[in-house]
Nanobody, 119 residues
Framework: QVQLVESGGGLVQAGGSLRLSCAASGRIFTINTMGWYRQAPGKQRELVAEITSGGSTNYADSVKGRFTISQDNAKNTVYLQMNSLKPEDTAVYYC?????????????WGQGTQVTVSS
């Protein structure tokens, strides 16, 4: 099992910045990919950014150039630096971890943290 605890959400004005953190514990040595998803009211959950254990990253087009995902392996923590925030970035942000074991992929989720961007 993997446990994920997020922090760092809040209220910010458009153009501002926030940094989200996600601390992982448990069977972290088997995690292949960690990422951030978000879900706005009335919308489906969508991928924001992800990073593999090898450091490769992937971003949604809507956040490229504004958001940066990074990881600190010593702290078992993944970060999402969000700059130039827009009102449309308002959502609950969820940390995600994926483990591949014996050909199966297991997904784990954090509790979510609210990000609100005012115009």
């Amino acid at each position: 099992q993997v446990q994920l605890v997020e922090s760092g959400g809040g209220l910010v004005q458009a153009g501002g910045s926030l940094r989200l953190s996600c601390a992982a514990s448990g069977r972290i040595f088997t995690i292949n990919t960690m990422g951030w998803y978000r879900q706005a009211p009335g919308k489906q959950r969508e991928l924001v950014a992800e990073i593999t254990s090898g450091g490769s990253t992937n971003y949604a087009d809507s956040v490229k150039g504004r958001f940066t995902i990074s990881q600190d392996n010593a702290k078992n923590t993944v970060y999402l630096q969000m700059n130039s925030l827009k009102p449309e970035d308002t959502a609950v942000y969820y940390c995600n971890a994926a483990r591949k074991v014996a050909g199966l992929t297991y997904f784990y989720w954090g509790q979510g943290t609210q990000v609100t961007v005012s115009s």
